[in-house]
């Protein structure tokens, strides 16, 4: 039995898929409104590309945020 306070393996494995969701998202979120805004202005890559970067980097600062919030 796990001592009280302890997490669950169920708890720490939903929290690792909780962290992996955070990080994907936003650069995935970042491309799709890249792609769009390329395809809208014939601007090449140059769109996704800066929105890819964001991305990453909210998707790691969301990351830190929600490891040292717990």
Avoid: K, N
Avoid at 19 to 34: E, Q
Avoid at 35 to 45: E, M
């Amino acid at each position: 039995s796990a001592r009280e306070g302890e997490p669950t393996l169920m708890r720490q494995l939903a929290a690792v898929g909780v962290l992996g969701w955070i990080v994907v998202v936003p650069p995935l979120g970042g491309i799709a409104l890249g792609r769009w805004i390329d395809r809208d202005l014939g601007t090449g890559l140059t769109f996704t590309a800066g929105l890819l970067t964001a991305g990453v980097g909210l998707g790691c600062w969301l990351a830190w945020r929600w490891m040292h919030g717990r």
